[in-house]
Structures are given as structure tokens and as C-alpha cells.
């Protein structure tokens, strides 16, 4: 297994690959992946988010800050950020976590506490009764509101709590509400598509219920509404009637109906599996519900860690299964929520057993990075495409970025042990015990 000075040099390494390719146009941009043909880049339209753009390098100068102080090149970065995420926080209309304003509040946040005002307050005026309306269109002519974590209403709550402050409490009452109304019932509980009325449910945490219901249940709690818990909770009874939980574990079909897409039809992801959804009970035991339809929330959270832990990640054991290594979609992503398991529960057999997989994802993007003099990057697969690997990628969800602060936390765990300082962000602070947080107020 790999010593902790091991993961933490690959992680600086990484970071050093994705610096060397931060460029400046009118602030700092980041191309999302770096073609091998050398072809010349410009800044994206998403070239600010948390998803794929400089937002996304906040967590990770936090994450480095955690080891050693930032260079001078990573605090004039940060100052960058922080400028350019502040004066273009007037005029963006995109309020989500991963996509916009939200995502933009998280970083300043993050890098210059207090900051965040300015983007908290554009969301605040952009709020309608029924969410915020997206700049995606998912339909012909449709802005309508999202509900999910990563581009709806879900991450903008989410986010709203997290920061605090003035605009915190107006923001997450009406989201709340919106969700509320937004809600299907069904034969299980209560169910959000994506978007109200979608068809084709992903209804796992990044898109899904789970997410929703997460960011109700923490709402709930903060806002002290009864509504938003109880609605959380029957989210969570319909992931029950749709999931399974045989073999001691509990997993929720990536999409129902099953996608035409060639998916598999369970994942063991942050996005789309039960890393992300173990987040759900987590956060209604933050919201002091002990029981789901005669389960133990706790035990659901432990059944979706046995899920990931029976399932062979990180092995790629077919075309399709593991073909990721990033925070959305792969490897690092369920490391970190193995992490955030592993430091929220007593000391023993199962939390060492959460470490131990934690390291086997650590060891498995030592196994596969792609390393020189100008640092270490990975290279992802898809499968379907008739040159299946793919270009490296930069940014938080999918490439360089993301890893580099896993491996980073992952290295100061190892030396350290379980109080090891957590770098928390809006998607994941319940998941971790209070004093651990680095944000927390």
C-alpha cells in the first residue's frame, strides 16, 4: 500500500500539472481538458463554475492550505478568483452549485470569507417562487427552474446554508418551498425528476431525490421547518420502494426508467450511486430522524458504503463499470466519501475498513496517473467512442483538480489519523463531525 508522503507528492504533482495550465483573459480561465495535438484554447462559456472552471481550483488551494502555505503564484490565483468571480457575480443568471452563482459563492467563501455576499445576494434577487430559472435549456424555449444538486434548486439551498449570512435563511425557505411544490407523489413517498415532470428519473444524489431530499433535510434542520424534514424523509422511502437492499447493502438503479443510453444500470458513484446517496441519511440524521420506514438511518448510510465496498471498485472489471477516476463520476469521489465516513464514526473494525478502501482508491490513481516533468494527469475511458481514451482533464469534477485534493486530504489522513481537519463544502458538511470542518463558523 502507499505511504501517505506518497499520495501527498502525487497530489502536488497533479495540482502542478493543473496550475501550468491556468491562462488569463480578463481574469484566470482553465481549458477542461488539454488535447494531445497541442490545438490553441480559448475560455469556455462555463469558464467560471465549480463544475469545470476556476471555481472548481478553490477547494483544492484549500485543501493545499490545510498542508503548507500557498506560493505566490497560488495566492496571486486565489486574489484572481476571487476578483473575477466578484465582479461578474452582478450580471450572471445561472444560480446553481455547480453551474453558477452558488458554485461562485463556495469559492469566495473559500478563499476570501465574506466574500460570498455578493454572490448570495444576486442569487436572492433571482429567486422565483418556483426556484431559479436555469440558462440551460432542456427542452425547446424552457428555462424552468431544476430541482437537482448540481444545476437546480437543491445545490442553491444547499449552498445557502452552508455560507450563512444575511441571505442565507430567505434563500433556503424559498427553495424549500419550491421543492416542495415540485414534488410527485407516489406509490413509495415523494420523488423529483431533474426537471418538474421529466419522464426519465436519475434518482440518485446528483440529480435525484436523494439530492433533494438531502438538501431538505438540512434545510429542515437549520430553518427549524417540520415540512422540509418530513418531506426528506419520504424521499428517502420512495429510494427504498425503487432501491434494493440485498446482500446487507442498498443500491438505487442509475436511471428509471432504465436509460437507452449504454449505462450500467447501478453505479457505485458520487453522481449517480450510493457514495453521493449515503449522503442523504447522513444528512437526515443531522436532522434528527433516526428511522425510514423501519430502517435505521445510520444503517441505511452503512448499507450504501457495503455497496460501494462488495461492488470491485476501482477495478475496471469490464468496459463500462470503472472507467473514471474523478470526483463526479469515479475514483476520487467515492474516496472522499469513504473519508468523510470513516471520520464520522467511532474508531474500530469498520472505520478501519473504510480507511483501507479509501486507500485503495488512493492507490489506484497512484496506479494510474500519467506522470513527468510537467506533473501528473489522468486520462479517462469511454468506452463507446472508437479511440476510447480520453484527453486529460483539468477541473474539479472531471480531471486533475478534484484528484489532487483528494489525495491531498487522503495524505494528511494517513499521517495524521481521524481528526485530521476536513475541508467541508455545501454538498457534504453534515457528513462530517462539526469540529473536523475547516469552514465552520
Known amino acids: 500500500m502507499v505511504t501517505y508522503d506518497a499520495y501527498g507528492e502525487l497530489g502536488e504533482a497533479a495540482w502542478s500539472w493543473v496550475l501550468s495550465q491556468v491562462r488569463e483573459d480578463e481574469g484566470p480561465w482553465l481549458p477542461e481538458s488539454v488535447p494531445e495535438d497541442g490545438q490553441a484554447m480559448a475560455p469556455a462559456k462555463d469558464r467560471d463554475t465549480l463544475y469545470a472552471g476556476i471555481a472548481g481550483l478553490a477547494p483544492v488551494l484549500a485543501e493545499i492550505a490545510q498542508n503548507r502555505q500557498l506560493s505566490d503564484r497560488e495566492q496571486a490565483l486565489a486574489a484572481g478568483i476571487v476578483t473575477r468571480l466578484s465582479e461578474e457575480a452582478e450580471d450572471r443568471r445561472e444560480a446553481s452549485l455547480y453551474e453558477?452563482?452558488?458554485?461562485?459563492?463556495?469559492?469566495?467563501?473559500?478563499?476570501?470569507?465574506?466574500?460570498?455576499?455578493?454572490?448570495?445576494?444576486?442569487?436572492?434577487?433571482l429567486a422565483t417562487g418556483e426556484g431559479w430559472k436555469t440558462t440551460h435549456e432542456f427542452e425547446p424555449d424552457s428555462d424552468a427552474p431544476l430541482n437537482d444538486l448540481v444545476m437546480g434548486t437543491s445545490g442553491v439551498v444547499l449552498t445557502a446554508v452552508w455560507a450563512g449570512g444575511e441571505f442565507a435563511e430567505r434563500i433556503a425557505a424559498t427553495g424549500g418551498e419550491a421543492l416542495l411544490r415540485a414534488a410527485d407523489r407516489t406509490e413509495g413517498g415523494l420523488d423529483w425528476g431533474m426537471a418538474p415532470g421529466s419522464e426519465s428519473r436519475m434518482p440518485n444524489y446528483s440529480h435525484g431525490t436523494a439530492g433533494v431530499a438531502a438538501a431538505l433535510a438540512v434545510a429542515g434542520a437549520a430553518l427549524g421547518r417540520e415540512d422540509f424534514v418530513e418531506a426528506a424523509v419520504r424521499g428517502a422511502q420512495h429510494l427504498l420502494f425503487v432501491g434494493s437492499l440485498e446482500s446487507n447493502g442498498f443500491i438505487v438503479p442509475h436511471t428509471i426508467p432504465p436509460s437507452k443510453r449504454e449505462v450500467e444500470p447501478v453505479t457505485y458513484t458520487w453522481c449517480h450511486g450510493p457514495a453521493g446517496t449515503s449522503h442523504l441519511f447522513a444528512a437526515l440524521s443531522h436532522a434528527g430522524v433516526a428511522k425510514v420506514a423501519g430502517q435505521e438511518v445510520g444503517e441505511l448510510r452503512h448499507r450504501c458504503l457495503t455497496s460501494i465496498l462488495t461492488s470491485g471498485v476501482p477495478e475496471r472489471l469490464r468496459p463500462g463499470f470503472w472507467d473514471n477516476d474523478g470526483r463526479c463520476c469515479g475514483t476520487a469521489g467515492v474516496g472522499d466519501v469513504l473519508l468523510d465516513a470513516a471520520q464520522d464514526c467511532e474508531e474500530g473494525p469498520w472505520a478501519e475498513r473504510l480507511v483501507q478502501a479509501a486507500r485503495r482508491m488512493g492507490d489506484a490513481l497512484v496506479e494510474r496517473t500519467i506522470q513527468d516533468e510537467a506533473g501528473a494527469r489522468w486520462r479517462f475511458l469511454e468506452h463507446r467512442k472508437e479511440a476510447p481514451l480520453l484527453p486529460p482533464g483539468t477541473s474539479w469534477m472531471q480531471g486533475a483538480a478534484g484528484i489532487a485534493a483528494f489525495l491531498l486530504r487522503l495524505s494528511r489522513f494517513v499521517e495524521t489519523g481521524p481528526n485530521a481537519p476536513v475541508v467541508d463544502r455545501p454538498d457534504q458538511w453534515w457528513a462530517v463531525p462539526a469540529h473536523l470542518r475547516s469552514t465552520s463558523s
Open 100 to 125: 453558477g452563482l452558488a458554485g461562485d459563492a463556495m469559492a469566495l467563501k473559500l478563499l476570501a470569507p465574506g466574500a460570498e455576499s455578493v454572490a448570495l445576494k444576486r442569487v436572492a434577487e
